[in-house]
Structure formats: C-alpha cells, structure tokens
C-alpha cells in the first residue's frame, strides 16, 4: 500500500530501444520458475520486423504479464480463479479454481497465460517471493542491456532505463 | 507494515531465496560458456551441493549482476545427461562408438605410454596438442606441448580472432581497440557485440544514448543497426573493397593525417594509387553500397575525431581474401591517424587469456618453454610461414591435410581438449582424416560426436566445478573456487594437464611444481599471488593500474620490420605476396564464378552468432534448444517468393559439395540475395557444404562467410 492507502501496482517496462532480443530474460525465467514439461516458462520474445529492403526497422519486445490496471483476465474468468495479491497487486492465479476455459488466454492483449499439461492456467507472478524480499524479478535482474525494469506502474512509465548499480 | 499475499505464501523454496529457511546458499563463481572476453561473474545458488538457479553477480563489474541466455541455462549445462562421468576407453572396433569405464590412473598411463613411444618413434611434433573452447586451459596445453618437444599446439584461434590479429600486426605489429567511451566515433564492421559479448553491450548502448556517432558495416541487421547513424550492408566478402573506397574518398578530399601519414607510414604513395582505381561507382558496384552512403560515411568517419574501428573476432577474416580484407580496414585507422591516439583505436597490450585491462603477466613467457628453432617446422609452416611468423601457434585448419599427406611429416596423435571436428570447413574430411591417426585423445564435456571417435575420452567438469584465474577489462581480477563437487570422476582440464606432464615433461621445472604455482609464477610481475585473491570469492577489483601512454610508437616505433606503419608490408613481401591490401573477391562469388553463381545464385554467409547459441555448445540444452528446435537459414521474402516457399517451410540448402535440409525463416535481416545460417547444427552441419581448402592463403582461415548456394523446397 503507498502513503494514501491505495495499492502500488507493480508492473514491467521496456525499453524496445535497448531490446536485443537475447531471450536471457527467457531462460532466466526458467531457470527461476522451473517449468514443468510442455510450458516453456512464462516469458517470450517476439521480433517485429517492419518494411522492406532497403527500408528496414527491425526490433524486439520481451513480454509477459503486465499486471493490468483492469486486467480483463479476472474480468472474464467465469470462476475468480484470476486475483490481485493484497499488498503489491501481482495478478495470481488459484490453480484449484481453474477449470482449464482458455477465456483469459482469449482476453489477454499479451498471450500471457499458459496452459500446461494438468489443463490448467498458469502464468508469470512478476516472482513475487523475490519482489517480498526486495529483489526484482529473475528476467529483470538478467537483463544485460537493462531494458527490461520492473517496479511501480506510475514510476515505470516516467523511468529512464540504462545504467543502474 | 507490508501485508503477506493472501493469494500464496510465501513458498522460500519456490522463489530460490537464499537464506536459513530456505538452506540455499550464494556462493561465487564464472560463466565459461562463451568467450574468455565475456566469462561473467556468477552467484550460484545452491541447495545440498546442487546448484538451483544462478545469477549474475552484481558486485563484479564486467557483467554487474546481469547474464545472456547461454549464461543464464547453465544448469542444464552443468547437470546435462551427456556429460561424461568417468575416464573411457573405446570397446572393441575404433570405429565403434562404443567405450567402458576405464581409472583415471590406468588412463593417464596410457597416454602416457603411448605418446612417449611415438616421440621415440616419430619425433615429438609427430603429436599433436589441441584446445578447443572454453580457452582457460590453453597456456598449460601449450607449455606441456612445447616441454613435450612438439612445435603443435594449436587451438580454435586458427579460425577465431588471430587471423585479424595477424592482419593488424601486417599494418602496425599490433592490434589496438577502439576506447571508449571516448571514442565521438564508432565505425562498427561485421561484428554484432549483442549476442556475441552480450555482457559489453550495456555499457556501449550508454555511450550510444549520450550521442556518439556509430557506422555499421555488414550485411545482415543486428541490434545495432536501429542505432547506427549509417549502416553500410555490403555483399559478403566485399569489405576490402569499401575499405579501399572510403580511403580513396578521404585521401582525395584530403581528410587523412598527413602528418601521420608522411612521418609514421610506409608505402602510402603505392596505396594511394591503388586505392584510386576504387571509385565510387566502381566500390558501390563490387559492394551493393550506395555512393553517397559510402561518402558520407567515409566523411564521417576521418572528420569525427576521435574515431575507432570496431571488428569482430573473425567475421571480415572468414574470407578467401580475409587477411588483406581486413587489413584495408585497418589501414583506415591509421590513415585518419586514430591508431594509438586518445578515444581512437588505443593499444594496450593482453594481460591474461585474450583480455586487455593495463596489466601485464608472464603468460606468453610461461607458454613458450622450447624456443622455435629448437623444435621443427609447425603444422602449416611450409603453406602459411606469414601466420607462423606472426601468429605463436601451429595452423590447425592445416592439421587434416597432414594427417592424410603425412608431409612434410607423419602426425600420428591428436591429444585434444574440446575439439569439435565441426569447427573446420569440410568437417566430414577433418573427420575422416581424424580416423586416420594412430592415437586420439579427447577431452570433453560431453559425449559428442568428435569424442566418439577417439581411442580414450577423458571427462572435464564446468567452471563451477574448478578454480581458474580470470582478468576483466574493468581492471577486476577473481581466483574462483568449485562451487560443486566435480559430477563423477570429471576434473578440471588443468589437472588433467598436470597429471600428463608429470608423464610426458617430468623435467620441466615449472609443470611440476603444480597448477597454483604456475599461476603465482604467470602473475608474478602484477604483485597478484593466488592465495591472496582466494579471500576475494567474488573478485578485486584493482585500483590505480597505470595505463600505457598514448601514441607509443613515437618513442619506440611500430613494432613492424620498417617500425612504421605499413601501407605496404614488408613481411608480406618478403613471403612473396603482394605487399598492398588488395582486394580480391571471394572464391566464390556472382562475378568470381559466374558459371557456379548460374546453378548457385543466392550468395551463403554462415556462421553469424544467433543470441542462444555459441558455436556447439548449448544445442544440447532443452531450455535453449525449445526456443529454436530446428536448424533454419534465414531469408530474404523476395527471394522466398521466387522460390513458392512460405515461412517456416522445410527446405534443401545445397551447395557444390552437398546439401542439408533446413527450415526457411524468411526475414529482413538478410538482404535479398544473401542467406544467412548458424554453423554446427548436428543434423544441418553447414561445413560440410564447404571445401576443406576453400582457405585464405596467407592465414588458412576458411572463407566461411562468402560463398555461393541455392535453395529449394524440401520434398
């Protein structure tokens, strides 16, 4: 909760300029996460290529969840199995709850849930034991251009990303 | 006061945190996947003797708590079902594959036994000595070899970063880097320091933001491009020309370093001429590059002072005309008179293993225990003497050739750490020629397909198993200790080497004293002792080193035959070969061999580093192997049109000497005409698709990156 008791909703940011599309924060996910058979971690990194030769911009974009302002995930999950943590505001999901529906595969702007072999969703919890502990999350902490940040929604959108200790 | 997640409890053993409850501990270690230039410093979690996750140490300067992908899996690295677990010796037939378990004792003694009959039988350089990569080995490798009597020792740099080395010496009798950040300039040439030194990017995407001017070179789009002020996309092999052109528009506009120029340099009045037959229309037609960029660029680069070029490893010399290509581009520091100057290209000698930080060790004292004259001819002696003038090790391109020609000796052994028969062009005639020897030796890992050729397979561990000396640029310095236990009987490849000398070198006086004292005796001039920087886990980061001064060469000239820097090259012409960095179009090219180019038409460059990959050695990595399962060759849309395939379709990549089938990724980072694929897949081995001689003559690096090809829709 900040000052006004309102809840500080955490969230990623992205410098696209600074992406390389290394996929670090991919296999650091993994090697955080430990992804059972059939899901291959909770983060990806597309390429989006635009125009033609000789007129070419290409870039890259490392995305997962993004922990929503309105995440229409829990809006369209028919049984709340999609909930925000009290004191960060990390959407998680109640694995006993899901009845494996795909709405918010559906509903995502980001593809971020991921169905694995139970049937059942599961996704990127922004490593919430970490983030308790004061730490960032493991796709955050790799980042070898630091382009990837996460913190505060309000902070993350003002931040300038580069070199920090 | 924070409220616990209601959601999920805190599970410490989930989130890997690293305390009492958890029982998980960080303890300090290097990655050494990839190159000794990199090596980031590693927090290794580990629970019960197992490491659990890693991280980047954030206290060690160079990759400052961040890592790559291939850093990031090393877990499955470590732990990977391949690894080998004991000492093998082969079963049965040679050609077999098939091996038992064999002591660590009875091992050695075989080496020992066979290798010491051979030097009575055939002289020592009848034995050859091998590193391959991670390179922390190399200085032990290379003094048993020469304490053993053998001039061979030879290694991965016969294809890696000496044949640019060996160009600049040509030049300047040495190589210098661009220092940044003072450079105002950059002129980046076929490297893409994104995926191939990932932990060095951080700090130049910094020096990018603050506004400095960046050319890049080089055909394909890296992460770079949407930074570069220019980018020149040239047709593979064609950087000599755009070199000679971008000289002759700044000598012509008189954009040089005349004073430079007339006090400093041979030959400039040959060059000068030679680089006016490189007109802009005539550059721009050879190289694809359109004129005005090529002015611009070329503008500004000699008016930006100051500038550094910024190479890669080997991208410019993996030509048939490699050696003079890159020379051409060097020759361009010297011209603007940015060689050894503040922010230019400033020379600071090698410390320690390839890394450049203003110290100084006794490494190439240490390595080279036997003097040449004392020894034969090297491997490659007789076909590249410019490389063995230049370049302190034997020609391993070379080695195959021998093996078969026994000329102008028989090799009979092969002793090899971390050798990969995939890494020469023609691999499967490096292979065959492999079968030929009397003895083969390998060192490794894992079981791959080059140790299943060999007599006796000795298992190594990873960098988290051993302690190793390791320098970074930023002046940091770390003794690591095992964070492990070896996995099974695997050792580190220095004990290994160790053991081995204590059979082949009894004698040498400093081999015998052990590893540790090795090491003491390599740092000795630093003040650095082992045992003092084993109370730094995580590193030291030195203070106060003293730095050369810039522009050496006015007290003690360039250490070439003239001590100038050579526009024309002395050593070159006294080898008989044209003394200017002339440029020849590749072996194989649309204009070199337009009757190949009719059946052939799209022109290969392989080899460019895919962020995952770092040559072999994380295919076998599940985590990393999802993210590309399958061998691809990217494309240009334009030329996929014309041949009805669509993304993602399986195709037949074929070239005179064979074919592979690999899976179409149709994208603009190739230009049209161009198509590009990452060397080594086990099931697409690219190399094979190459002649074993399709070489550069002066360095015998394979002309890897310009060749001719064509593509169709696998049936």
């Known amino acids: 909760m900040n000052r006004d008791g309102h809840m500080t909703r955490l969230t990623f940011s992205l410098d696209v300029s600074r992406c390389s599309g290394c996929m670090a924060c991919v296999v650091a996910c993994m090697d955080q996460n430990d992804p059972p058979e059939g899901i291959l971690g909770f983060r990806s990194v597309e390429r989006i290529e635009m125009g033609a030769y000789p007129h070419v911009r290409i870039s890259f974009v490392s995305i997962s969840c993004f922990n929503c302002e309105n995440p229409p995930c829990i809006m369209v999950c028919p049984t709340g199995a999609i909930r925000r943590s009290g004191n960060n505001g990390i959407v998680q999901t109640v694995t006993d709850l899901c009845i494996g529906c795909h709405a918010c595969l559906m509903a995502c702007p980001f593809g971020s849930p991921v169905f694995g072999g139970a049937g059942t969703m599961t996704k990127c919890n922004s490593c919430e034991e970490r983030v308790d502990q004061g730490l960032e999350p493991a796709c955050v902490r790799v980042c070898p251009t630091r382009a990837l940040r996460f913190g505060p929604a309000a902070r993350a959108a003002l931040e300038t990303p580069g070199e920090t200790g | ?715």
């Not at chain 2, 105002?184 to 994104?194: A, D, E, G, H, I």
């Not at chain 2, 490893?313 to 020759?331: E, F, K, L, M, S």
């Not at chain 2, 490849?493 to 082949?504: G, K, N, P, T």
């Open chain 2, 1 to 715: 006061m924070p409220t616990k997640p209601i959601l999920s409890p805190i599970n410490v053993l989930k989130g890997k945190i690293p305390d009492e409850k958890s029982g998980i501990e960080v303890r300090k270690t290097i990655c050494s996947i990839c190159n000794p230039i990199s090596h980031c410093g590693i927090d290794a979690y580990v629970k019960d003797g197992v490491v659990i996750k890693v991280e980047g140490t954030r206290e060690n300067p160079h990759n400052a708590g961040t890592l790559c992908s291939k850093g990031a899996a090393n877990r499955q690295y470590i732990y990977h079902p391949d690894r080998i677990m004991t000492p093998l010796i082969k079963k049965g037939d040679r050609n077999s594959g098939q091996f038992e378990p064999i002591s660590w004792e009875e091992a050695l003694d075989i080496i020992g036994e066979r290798l010491l009959r051979m030097r009575d039988e055939s002289g020592p350089e009848s034995v050859v000595f091998y590193a391959g990569f991670p390179k922390w080995m190399r200085p032990f490798l290379k003094r048993l070899a020469h304490s053993f009597g053998s001039p061979n020792y030879c290694s991965e740099s016969s294809t890696c970063s000496a044949g640019a080395l060996l160009a600049s010496k040509l030049n300047y009798g040495a190589a210098a880097r661009p220092e940044l950040p003072k450079c105002r300039c950059l002129l980046v040439w076929s490297t893409n320091p994104f995926y191939s030194n990932t932990s060095a990017v951080r700090k130049l995407l910094d020096v990018m933001e603050k506004g400095i001017k960046v050319i890049e070179v080089g055909p394909l789009i890296t992460p770079l491009t949407s930074h570069a002020d220019i980018h020149l996309r040239i047709r593979p092999g064609t950087s000599g020309a755009l070199a000679l052109g971008m000289a002759c528009v700044i000598i012509e506009e008189g954009l040089h370093d005349q004073e430079f120029v007339e006090k400093w340099t041979v030959g400039f009045d040959e060059y000068r001429a030679y680089t006016g037959e490189f007109t802009l229309a005539r550059t721009s037609e050879i190289t694809g590059v359109p004129s005005d960029l090529i002015v611009k660029a070329a503008r500004l680069y000699a008016t930006t002072k100051p500038a550094g070029v910024l190479n890669g490893p080997n991208a410019t010399v993996h030509h048939t005309n490699g050696v003079q290509n890159h020379r051409a581009i060097t020759a361009l520091i010297g011209l603007t008179g940015n060689f050894d100057r503040e922010g230019g290209n400033y020379l600071v000698p090698p410390s320690y293993l390839y890394v450049v930080n203003g110290l100084t060790t006794r490494q190439q004292a240490f390595e080279q225990s036997r003097p040449w004259d004392e020894m034969p001819p090297r491997v490659g002696e007789d076909l590249y003497p410019v490389w063995c003038r230049l370049i302190p090790e034997a020609q391993a391109i070379h080695l195959p050739f021998q093996i078969r020609s026994g000329k102008p000796y028989p090799i009979r052994a092969v002793m090899g750490f971390g050798m990969n028969h995939r890494m020469w062009p023609g691999s499967d005639h490096m292979r065959e020629s492999l079968k030929m020897l009397d003895f083969l030796v390998d060192v490794d890992l894992f079981m791959t397909d080059t140790a299943r050729l060999a007599d006796l397979v000795l298992p190594a561990c990873t960098s988290f198993e051993r302690s190793e000396l390791k320098f970074y640029p930023e002046q940091h310095v770390i003794w690591t200790g095992p964070v492990i236990e070896p996995l099974g009987e695997s050792r580190p490849d220095a004990d290994i080497i160790f053991d081995m000398a204590a059979r082949l070198a009894p004698e040498d006086p400093l081999l015998k004293k052990g590893y540790k004292e090795c090491v003491d005796w390599i740092l000795k001039p630093t003040g650095l002792k082992v045992d003092d920087l084993k109370r730094y886990p995580s590193g030291y980061t030195l203070k106060d080193i003293p730095m050369p001064p810039y522009r050496k060469y006015e007290g003690r000239g360039f250490d070439t035959p003239s001590g100038k820097m050579e526009f024309t090259s002395t050593v070159l012409e006294e080898a008989g070969i044209d003394p200017l960095p002339r440029f020849k179009e590749p072996g194989l090219s649309p204009w070199s061999t337009p009757e190949v180019a009719g059946e052939f038409p799209l022109i290969l460059t392989t080899g460019a580093r895919l962020p995952i990959y770092v040559h072999s050695r994380t295919f076998r990595l599940p985590w990393i192997r999802r993210l590309r399962p399958d061998p691809m060759v990217d494309m240009n849309p334009v030329d996929a049109q014309h041949r009805d395939l669509s993304p993602g379709d399986w195709v037949e990549l074929s070239t005179q000497r064979g074919k592979v089938r690999v899976r179409a990724n149709l994208t603009e980072i190739v230009p049209p005409g161009t198509v590009n694929i990452f060397h080594n897949y086990p099931g697409a081995d690219i190399n094979k698709l190459i002649e074993p001689d399709y070489l550069d003559p002066i360095s015998g690096y394979p002309g890897f990156k310009s060749l001719l090809c064509e593509i169709r829709k696998a049936s």
